[in-house]
């Protein structure tokens, strides 16, 4: 019993030795109120003198997608043109799009990186608009004033627009260029496959000739002359084959639909024309935006840490005299 008398004494005690303690606290701190006040004050001082000279960052942001159709219209009209002899391995639109915009986030995102590994490193950020979606990408610019990064990101969105869409357009070029030779190249081919086979005709009738000549045949001595044979054309007589070697000689290649047909796709390719400045890589679903709100330094974030840094550093001091004053004594 005296045990648990005496247990209880010595915890009631110690409670009040906590209680006396927690109080001096207070007590000192109150008596060193001016001193924490003053620290605080310093330190707010500080942090207002860092807000003014302190480089301000505002964030433009924009957010882009695939161009629409009427935007690469022309680039795709081509395309069409271009494998009009095998429109099944033709480009759709989706195709077309997914290469404007897939050349536009590549070059862009090559900027970025660029842009971070200058000696005075920009801060381009290129990122999904929707998470787990490859489309729409957010793009956005960091710059010293909220008019500079909007203005700097159109430029920047403008300038790899304008570049994609040009080397898709030289791309373009090259492939219309190559197809207008290779049609070039079968036409000619088509044209000396038929001067050979007119060569041959001519040839034949003219051997015919020699013979109805030698056979002394002078007129036609069949009836149906369509049924007649390469090697009995010499029945037409002498008088007949003259008259038709000297048309045959005159008459036009004997060309087939197929080299009027590859004609035609080579005068379609050929008068195809360019127009970079009506095609787009992208589609804006929110245009650069002029900032509101500055990315840093946030004033009430600041002051409120610098009142708190000032407080806490204040007490410490004040405990900390006290401290070493107790121990003097």
Known sequence: MNQNNNSMTKNQLNKSSDEIDLMDLVV?????????????VAAIIIAIIYIFVAKEKWTSEAIVTYPDSGQIADYNNAMSVLYGQNPS?????????????????SAISALSEQLANQANPEKLTIAP???????????SYTAATAGEAQKTLTTYIQQINKRSVTELDNDLQISISSKVEDLKGDLATKEKVAQEKKDKRLEILNQ???????SNIK???VQQAETLSEDTLFV??????????????????PLDE????TRQTLLAISALKSKPDSTYSLRYVMKPNLPIHRDSPKKGVILVLATLIGLILGSGVVLGRNAIRNYSR
Do not use: C, H, M
Not at 129 to 138: E, N, R, Y
Not at 208 to 214: D, S
Not at 258 to 261: D, V
């Open 89 to 105: 391995n033709a480009p759709t639109v989706v195709d077309v799009q997914q290469r404007f915009f897939g050349r536009f986030n």
């Open 219 to 221: 007129n036609t001595v």
């Open 236 to 253: 037409l007589g002498s008088d007949a084959l003259t008259s038709i070697i000297k048309n045959e000689a005159t008459r036009p290649l």
């Open 258 to 261: 197929a080299y009027y047909n």
């Open 129 to 139: 608009a929707v998470k787990d979606q490859p489309v729409p990408l957010k793009i």
């Open 28 to 40: 000192q701190l109150w008596r060193g109120k001016w001193l924490v006040l003053s620290f605080a």
């Open 208 to 214: 015919a000739l020699v013979v109805a000549q030698q």
